[in-house]
Every structure is written in C-alpha cells, then in structure tokens.
C-alpha cells in the first residue's frame, strides 16, 4: 500500500471531510516511533505509528498520555501553565488508536508555526529549553505519578541496564564483540555509578517525569524563539528529575549531534549547562528538595552514560532497539556518549560549582 492510500484511509479513520486529497509526509527523527505530517486542504494532524515492540502496551501509552494532557489542560485553563499541549484525535471510531496495514496508529493535533532544534546554538536558547521543561515538571508536581503506567518497565534502571550489557557481551550473537572491546572495557570500569545512584534515589521523592528532555522534543515558536510546547509524552512515567535534568545535559551541552563522529568536539559547553540549569530550576523553585537538587549532578554522570551503554547494548544485540541508518550508527552513537561523559568527569569540580552556586 502506497503512502496517498494511507494518507486517504486514516484520515478517513480520523474523520477528516476531505479525506480524499490527504498526503502524508515524514517529520522529526525519533528513534522509535514513526511520525507523519498528514495534510488535506482544510486540516493538519501528526500521525505516528507506534512501535509495540518498544512499548508492550500502546493502550497504557495513551492512557498516560491523556492523563498529562488533561492534567496540564486544567492547569492552563486558570493560568497555571501557558505552554501549548499536545492532544490526542479521537477517531470515528471513538478510539484513540487505530489499526491500519499491520500497525497501530494515533492521530495529535499539529501545534502549527514551531519548528525545533537537534543542537543548542546558544545559552538563551538552553534557558528557553530547559525552562519549558521545568514548567512541564512544576505543573505536574500535584499529579500523582502513581496513576501512570510502567510502559517501559525500569527504564531508567541502571543496574538493570547494565545486566542487560552483560548478557549480550557473553552471548556475542552477532560477533560484534571484537570490534569494541575498549568500549566494552571502558562500561565495566563505569558500574561503581550504580551504587551511587541507588544511595541517593533512596531519598528523593516520586514524580513524573518527561524521561526523554531532549531539545528536540521542546517546540519554539517560529515567530519569537519563545518556547512553544513540550512534545513527546510517551515515556512519562513516575520517577526522578535527575533523569530529566541528566538527558537536559547530555543533548543540549554538546555542539555536536549525538551521532557525530568528530568526538573532538563532543565536549560539554559549560556556559550551556549553567543556563539549562538556571531554565530548569526556576519554575521549580518552592517546589524542589534540597536532595533532589543535590541530586543532578548523579543524573548529569548517568544519563550520559547509561544512553551511551544502551547504544552500545544494542549494537551488540544486533540493532533490536533504536531505529539505524547503516550497521555502524549504535556503535558511533555510543562513542559519541562516552566522549560526552569522559568530559563531564574531566570538569567535574567545574559543574558541580556552578550547580552548587544556584
């Protein structure tokens, strides 16, 4: 089935009155789900084949999805969250997901005149960012986490992380083990992280949180550069700001893009992380713990790494997780991770300072 006819029948599906002129073209660059424009004369919507591999229960993903939605839409409509929300289409059918050519499928309202970035040009522009992210988290601090599901059962669980690294290196299923013995060497030397995050999650509270603060999944508005919307919900979960602030870090201090092979470059931009801190912290202020403060500079060390370990568990399994474009791309982007994460212990007395001074 070519790509008009699908365009044709899920916008059908989405109720769409003229249906028969839709066309479909690809958005964005995530690495698992896959997400369309789909345009007609009169209508825009984002269209997104979700990955059921990936996430075991698509049902669960909305539910929690639609429950932040709602959340945020009473916040907003007494002048507690000026942000835009992403919300779900309801199909004809009175479902939120559809089934279409063997996938499934959702529909979301397009927030139109956006655009967003793969890399921080600049400090305001982390401000902006990561001050997004904190209203987001700020607005949600009454929500209780416990009402969303688990779609991706300890996500963030390092040792569980790490278990996972083990077994696909004794296994060597694809004889990839060879080709990158000293990353393989270089992770095994890291795991000590473990114990030092579990001390510390120990005393910090539950809350929800986004799990993939990725300046990619920040919209700003065309017109002002102001931030527009945080997208991509579909790995809220409950848990702890420390991810959150921790992958802040990983994807907006580097110049260089996560898959870059100028590891050179891949360096953290300490004037980027002062002001993605600065951005974060400030709609949380009265809100956030001592501890949970103390607490993102463990998350700075772990997101980098663990992302990078993850890409490298991948590569070794094979490429079964996150979406390639050639046979190398897991390995470079572990690389590419690990060349962050050398640099974020190398300034560690650095950061820590200008975490400590806010």
């Not at 980098?304 to 474009?325: A, N």
Request: hydrophobic share 40%; with cysteine; glycine share 4%.
């Amino acid at each position: 089935m070519n790509s008009t006819q699908t365009a044709i029948i899920l916008a059908k599906q989405f109720g769409l009155s003229d249906a028969l002129q839709a066309s479909i073209s690809p958005i964005g660059n995530g690495h698992i789900n896959s997400t369309l424009l789909l345009k007609t004369p009169k209508h825009a919507l984002v269209l997104q084949q979700l990955n059921n591999q990936v996430f075991p229960s698509l049902t669960s993903l909305v539910k929690n999805a639609r429950l932040i939605e709602q959340h945020l839409s009473a916040k907003k409509a007494i002048g507690n969250y000026n942000l835009n929300i992403i919300r779900h289409i309801i199909s004809c059918d009175e479902n939120y997901l559809v089934e279409h050519n063997g996938g499934t499928w959702r529909a979301l309202g397009l927030i139109e005149h956006t655009y967003s970035e793969d890399v921080v040009n600049n400090a305001e522009q982390a401000y902006t960012a990561a001050n997004a992210f904190g209203q987001f988290a700020a607005a949600l601090a009454d929500f209780d986490a416990q009402q969303l599901h688990a779609v991706i059962p300890d996500f963030h669980n390092l040792a569980m992380r790490a278990q996972q690294f083990k077994n696909v290196v004794n296994s060597n299923a694809f004889n990839r083990v060879a080709q990158c013995q000293a990353e393989i060497d270089f992770c095994f030397e890291q795991f000590n992280l473990i114990t030092e995050l579990e001390a510390i999650e120990a005393s910090l509270p539950v809350r929800v949180c986004h799990n993939d603060t990725k300046i990619n999944n920040m919209l700003f508005c065309n017109h002002t550069d102001n931030a527009s919307a945080v997208i991509d919900l579909d790995t809220c979960m409950s848990g702890y700001w420390l991810y959150d602030f921790g992958d802040m870090v990983r994807t907006f201090c580097s110049p260089e893009q996560e898959d870059s092979l100028n590891l050179t470059k891949v360096k953290i931009r300490e004037d980027i992380f002062l002001a993605l801190a600065k951005g974060y912290l400030a709609p949380l202020k009265g809100i956030i713990t001592p501890q949970e403060k103390h607490s993102f500079w463990v998350g700075t060390k772990v997101m980098t790494f663990m992302i990078g370990l993850r890409f490298l568990t991948d590569y070794l399994d094979g490429d079964s997780y996150f979406s390639v474009k050639h046979k190398q791309h897991n390995l470079q982007r572990a690389q590419n991770q690990f060349a962050l994460y050398r640099d974020i212990l190398a300034k560690q007395n650095t950061l820590q300072a200008l975490l400590s001074q806010l």
